[in-house]
């Protein structure tokens, strides 16, 4: 018999009851709950007269709608100038007090954004079954966690049952070997993977992401590339627990301590997927082939490298790929055969739950330290995933270092990545940005988004244009 | 959950691929905390002229007349014959209840993204797939046929086009019954509470570590 992958071990490990047409119950360790996705999902308990499966296996935080200015921040709820995320923020307090669980509300120091928190706190261990009403839970795979996005129905059913119904997914595995070079880093892997595979192609799928460069990462950046599995149509992505999963975690607030903790480390050793396991899908990445990487369009999969150019529709072969792709340049503004170097930057955005953890924030301010924001850009900000990652970065001086660069330095929350609070890119403003979608409108209506890395979004920031960050001495 | 079981209604073709949730609806409208009123900014940033802010009067608001939704002869149609991949990106619930609200009961498309197809089902929303040179021939009778219908029977699994062809397509068992008797799952689950109790205490004593009491989130 062929061994088991790191996802079929998990799936395994939470199989409630398995229906004879392929659906399964699969125990749900954790949810994770922010404001935006999960009212109707309390009124529906409500409504029926329920209460709550488990509620100490539920935790929640304010980050999708929430403001990041200091002014608006330091009066709490009542600061919040738009009376309907204000009614939203509030409606998540009072339903996390209804139901007995816990919220890092606005002003607890442990806020942000829902999965910068939950492997900061240690509410995320290896081997869970972890979902949230957020596509982007796929993060927390990076610490050998089975964790997906729901939707609101979904969640009220976690929450109401403790169980999720499921179909098994098919493995994929992801292997990029060797090393990256300089100035490269997990958010370049994770767009070269989806520039290769594309938008959907894991859906269906839980990838898996190994090889030796996925295993020099730290876990911030095993987030980062976890965090876009998503943006490759997978709901799931893994990397499989070693030591630096473990260092990470020890003594976080809510992982085990003592005997429980060393047992633990020993159940833990265990979520690898066996050498003889048998992958669906299998993709070779060379990681010393991968340069920093730019989006040019309007879908995560219309990326290029920093040294390429714009590609020109009339060369694609297919009709519908290259009708996508001119609408996409329509809306960009942009002209085939442009360097990518020669794009000119309005906006600066670094943050979002795939790019504002401590190492983000360490990257981009060697860029910008000792060095002024270009005087064509006209708004560049720093949005820290966390209340604890904005104390840990003042710590550092790292706020400094970008407010005398003349960056905004902001509160914790989603921010600019989805703009659904005062953060956003107007009308036809590009924006280099290290969040995870570029699709029409994302950032702001009629915003035109690039995805990048810390580092060249802060490169960008001080140029006024896409530069390539291995020319640029740290 | 609304019964479904057959619907008969004209087809609205959205010619585009990887239609993502935020374009089935904008960000802004996720501030509501109710699950209704979505339908008036279904596509809102294609189907209007200006952006669109929740509370805002949208009957005054200018219409983008290019955009299929604003053509006269797909006014009142309840059939979304979509390209591959749509409902990609975001996990919103919003999507399918922007297209629920607006009266949409059928979408037919070569592909979805698994988390936007979940929560169809959800909703009394039926996600057809066909393959994609179906879809491509549906696509130009639609465009040649003003007022083309369709007809969808989930009992026979099928659906039924103007000319009589019937046109089979998949859908998996239980949710096909969940849809058809408007089935509410969180009781079709608390059936087998007994059995995820069991399964609970079994995995509680097996991985202690994950119920730690003095490390848990307790509110």
Known sequence: ?474 | MRKFDTVTGIVIPLDRANVDTDFIIPKQFLKSIKRTGFGPNLFDEHRYLDKGQPGADNSQRPLNPDFVLNQPRYQGGTILLARENFGCGSSREHAPWALDDYGIRVIIAPSYADIFFNNCFKNGLLPIVLDKKTVSRLFEEVATEEGYSLTVNLVSQTLTTPGGEDIAFDVDEYRKHCLLNGLDEIGVTLQDADRIREFESQWRSRSPWYFNEDASPRN
């Open chain 1, 1 to 474: 018999m062929a061994g088991k992958t790191l996802y079929d071990k998990i799936w395994d490990a939470h199989l409630v009851t398995q229906r004879d047409d392929g659906t399964a119950l699969i125990y749900i360790d954790r949810q994770l709950i922010h404001e935006v996705t999960s009212p109707q999902a309390f009124e529906g308990l409500r409504l029926a007269g329920r209460q709550p499966w488990r509620a100490d296996a539920n935790l929640a935080t304010p980050d999708h709608n929430i403001p990041t200015t200091r002014e608006e921040r330091s009066r709490g709820l009542e600061g919040i100038k738009d009376p309907i995320s204000r009614i939203q923020v509030k409606t998540l307090d009072d339903n996390c007090r209804e139901f007995g669980i816990l919220e890092l509300g606005m002003e607890d120091q442990r806020q942000g954004i829902v999965h910068v928190v939950g492997p900061e706190q240690g509410v995320t261990l290896p081997g869970m079954t972890i979902v949230c009403g957020d596509s982007h839970t796929s993060t927390h795979g990076a610490l050998g966690a089975l964790a997906h996005g729901i939707g609101t129905s979904e969640v009220e059913h976690v929450l109401a049952t403790q169980c999720l119904l499921q179909r098994m997914m098919k493995n994929m595995l992801v292997n990029v070997n060797g090393r990256l070079n300089p100035g490269v880093t997990a958010k370049d892997i994770v767009l070269a993977v989806i520039g290769r595979i594309g938008t959907a192609g894991g859906t269906g799928y839980t990838i898996e992401f190994a090889g030796e460069a996925i295993r020099a990462l730290s876990i911030e950046g095993r987030m980062t590339v976890c965090n876009m599995a998503i943006e490759a149509g997978a709901r799931a992505g893994l990397v499989a627990v070693d030591d630096t999963t473990i260092d990470y975690l020890k003594g976080r607030p809510f992982a085990p301590r003592g005997q429980l903790w060393e047992q633990a480390v020993t159940a833990w050793r265990d979520l690898v997927s066996d050498s003889d396991a048998r992958f669906d899908h299998v993709v070779e990445l060379d990681a010393e082939a991968i340069e920093p990487q730019v989006t040019w369009g309007t879908s995560p999969e219309m990326v290029a490298p920093v040294s390429g150019r714009i590609p020109d529709p009339a060369q694609e072969p297919d009709p519908s790929r290259r009708g996508n792709m001119e609408q996409a340049l329509k809306y960009m503004g942009l002209q085939p055969g442009t360097a990518i170097q020669d794009i000119k930057l309005d906006y600066i955005f670094i943050g979002s739950c795939t790019n504002s953890r401590i190492e983000d924030l360490r990257e981009a301010s060697k860029v910008v330290r000792g060095r002024k924001v270009a005087d064509s850009i006209e708004l560049a900000m720093v949005v820290p995933g966390s209340g604890l990652v904005k104390q840990q970065a003042e710590a550092e001086g790292l706020d400094r270092i970008f407010i005398e660069a003349g960056l905004q330095w902001r509160e914790p929350g989603c921010s600019m990545c989805l703009a659904m609070n005062a953060d956003q890119l107007p009308a036809g403003k590009h924006c280099a940005s290290t969040s995870n979608r570029n699709f029409e409108g994302r950032q702001g209506f009629g915003g035109r988004t690039h995805l990048v890395s810390p580092a060249m979004a802060a490169a960008a920031a001080v140029t006024g244009h896409f530069v390539d960050i291995r020319q640029i001495a740290h």
